[in-house]
């Protein structure tokens, strides 16, 4: 069955430094989305991309992050310059189609702790 | 996002019914989502029901829809040991893309 992968499961950074997340989205979707979760509190939104832009984001996704899919295949997020407060669990999505009853797939996500 | 609230914890017993509740406070919501998490993985879309509806089943799932009091809920029937997950409430919003999310809903489910 096809799925969304994210690497690494892991990543470890020091406070200031850069970090990008990467996602493989399902092959033949075309939106992709980033969510994260700060242990303890709800999944929040991020970003959605459509057609190589930005179609959406959210109060979160400020100066320090940016997404981008530079090949067919890869959709990452970059973090600019890491805070504490941006240690969570990142969640890639896709889905094929927009609107309100798509069915979008999760990756298993990057835990990302920033020290 | 508006705040969908949902109890963080829930312990049955193997073969008894669950049932998870979530409340939402976003009454232009068009559909609501259950997800499920397992460890180590994404979450997974289990279900969904359309706002003008009251009721979907699926096989041990039942959705229930009471969109007066803005709740939902989701009962697994004969719940497994492999049903233990951390299960999320989630709304779409009026416009665009994004999911709101619940914190989860931990089930522990006991031999």
């Known amino acids: 069955e096809p799925e969304v992968t994210q690497t690494p499961s892991h990543q470890v950074t020091q406070m200031g430094q850069e970090v990008i997340l990467r996602c493989v989205p399902i092959?033949?979707?075309?939106?992709f989305y980033w969510y994260r979760q700060i242990l303890g509190q709800k999944v929040e939104f991020l970003v959605s991309f459509y057609n190589n832009e930005i179609s959406e984001k959210s109060e979160i996704f400020d100066d320090q992050f940016s997404v981008e899919r530079p090949d067919g295949s890869n959709f990452t997020l970059k973090i600019r310059s890491t805070k504490l407060e941006d240690s969570a669990m990142y969640f890639c999505?896709?889905?094929?189609?927009?609107?309100?009853?798509?069915?979008?797939?999760f990756g298993q996500g990057t835990r990302l702790t920033v020290v | 996002g508006e705040d969908v609230e949902q109890s963080l914890f829930l312990s049955v017993r193997e073969g008894d019914s669950s049932v998870i509740n979530c409340t939402y406070t976003d009454s232009s919501s068009t559909y609501l989502y259950w997800y499920k998490q397992e460890p180590g993985a994404g979450l997974q879309l289990l279900t969904y029901?359309?706002?003008?509806?009251d009721m979907k089943q699926d096989q041990r799932l039942t959705v229930l829809l009471n969109k007066k009091d803005k709740h939902l809920s989701l009962r697994i029937a004969d719940t497994q040991t492999g049903d233990s997950a951390i299960y999320f409430c989630a709304e779409s919003p009026s416009s665009g893309y994004a999911l709101n999310f619940g914190k989860g809903t931990s089930l522990l489910v006991t031999p």
């Open positions: 092959s033949n979707h075309l939106y």
């Open positions: 029901i359309f706002s003008n509806m």
């Open positions: 999505a896709s889905s094929h189609v927009g609107g309100l009853n798509t069915e979008a797939f």
